[in-house]
C-alpha cells in the first residue's frame, strides 16, 4: 500500500504564489493533483507521468506548473497568480503501472486578501 504526505498549502493573497509537495512511499507511475471547494465535485487540476508528460485542466493552465522528482517519488505544484477560486482542499493522486489508485488527506489552500 502507497501512502500519499502532501505538505506546503496555506493562505495566500490574490495573485500570490504557493508550492504544494507530495511524496509517496513508494513508486507512482502517474501523480497529480485534484482539488475540491466547498459544495463542489473534486476535480483534475494537474497530472505528470514517470516519464513526464503532463496535462492541466483548463482553468489553471499558464498559471500552474507541475513537475516531479522521480529519484524522491515527489510531485510538486507551483500555484501563481492564484485566484479566490482556486481555494479548495488539495488532494494529491497516484497511479501505478497495475492501475492501482491512491490519495493523500487532503491539504488546504485558500486565497483571500
Known amino acids: 500500500q502507497v501512502q500519499l504526505v502532501e505538505s506546503g498549502g496555506g493562505l495566500v493573497q490574490p495573485g500570490g504564489s504557493l508550492r504544494v509537495s507530495c511524496t509517496a512511499s513508494?513508486?507512482?507511475?502517474?501523480m497529480g493533483w485534484y482539488r475540491q471547494a466547498p459544495g463542489k465535485q473534486r476535480e483534475l487540476v494537474a497530472l505528470?507521468?514517470?516519464?513526464?508528460?503532463?496535462n492541466y485542466a483548463d482553468s489553471v493552465k499558464d498559471r500552474f506548473t507541475i513537475s516531479r522528482d522521480n529519484a524522491k517519488n515527489t510531485v510538486y505544484l507551483q500555484m501563481n497568480s492564484l485566484k479566490p477560486e482556486d481555494t479548495a482542499v488539495y488532494y494529491c493522486?497516484?497511479?501505478?503501472?497495475?492501475?492501482?489508485?491512491?490519495w493523500g488527506q487532503g491539504i488546504q489552500v485558500t486565497v483571500s486578501s
Open positions: 505528470i507521468s514517470s516519464s513526464s508528460s503532463t
Open positions: 513508494g513508486n507512482i507511475f502517474r
Open positions: 493522486y497516484g497511479r501505478d503501472i497495475f492501475f492501482r489508485e491512491y
